[in-house]
């Protein structure tokens, strides 16, 4: 089946006059040509319907849709020599209908993100707290709440990388045992003052090196021991 031809609308660029009524059209207006005829909104027979700007796609979709009449509304850009879309003509009642169908799939949307930020977040928790867990079983004497702070950062630093949820069922411990000596350089070396003074990072590394290993060692001893 041939796609139906769009009715166009045109801007008028210059002051005229309806070839039908001898109604003066001012520039600005709408009019619609019958040939090299032009004629107002009302001799075309197109003066019930409204004008919906273009710049939401869904929007004018869906009112084009439901409007048993629209026409393209054009003007001239004298820069880029062309006729531009500006927007649709539709029944006033389309636009109203298409509106509240946007609504409504912006409701659905919002409801899907709020789950899915639900789900993310109960993952996240229970991620979290077995990253905690293998920290505190392999390292028994750090101090505490410090296996929370560990899994916690790791959990941020992961979070949307596609690896994650490999990664959380794992725990690898090799990653686990990076994330600690991470941590154990920024919060109790003075690594971050070093990078504070200029110093480049592999320097700033080398010279808490001895600090981090002695640390992790310290919190690997079993409490008591």
Do not use: N
């Not at 993310?120 to 079983?137: C, E, G, N, P, Q």
Request: overall charge positive; charged content about 30%.
């Amino acid at each position: 089946m041939a796609r139906k031809k769009e009715l166009v609308v045109f801007i008028a660029g210059r002051e005229g006059t309806c070839s039908d009524c001898g109604k003066q059209l001012a520039r600005g207006d709408f009019l619609k040509l019958e040939g090299d005829k032009p004629l107002c909104m009302d001799c075309a027979d197109l003066d019930h319907l409204a004008f919906l700007p273009s710049g939401d796609a869904a929007l004018t979709r869906r009112a084009t849709k439901y409007s048993h009449l629209s026409a393209v509304v054009v003007t001239w850009s004298s820069t880029r020599k062309r006729y531009e879309r500006q927007g649709i003509l539709v029944e006033p009642a389309a636009i109203a209908r298409a509106a509240a169908a946007c609504s409504a799939d912006a409701d659905l949307r919002a409801a899907r993100r709020e789950k899915a930020a639900t789900v993310r977040a109960a993952r996240d928790k229970a991620y979290i707290s077995r990253f905690a867990l293998t920290v505190r079983r392999l390292y028994p004497a750090c101090p505490a709440g410090v296996e929370h702070e560990i899994a916690e950062y790791a959990c941020l630093k992961y979070s949307g990388r596609v690896g994650r949820s490999a990664a959380a069922k794992e725990l690898d411990e090799q990653a686990i045992q990076l994330a600690v000596r991470a941590h154990i350089r920024h919060r109790f070396t003075t690594y971050d003052e070093l990078l504070m003074d200029g110093w480049y990072r592999d320097d700033a590394r080398s010279a808490v090196r001895a600090d981090v290993e002695a640390i992790s060692a310290q919190w690997r001893t079993e409490k008591g021991a």
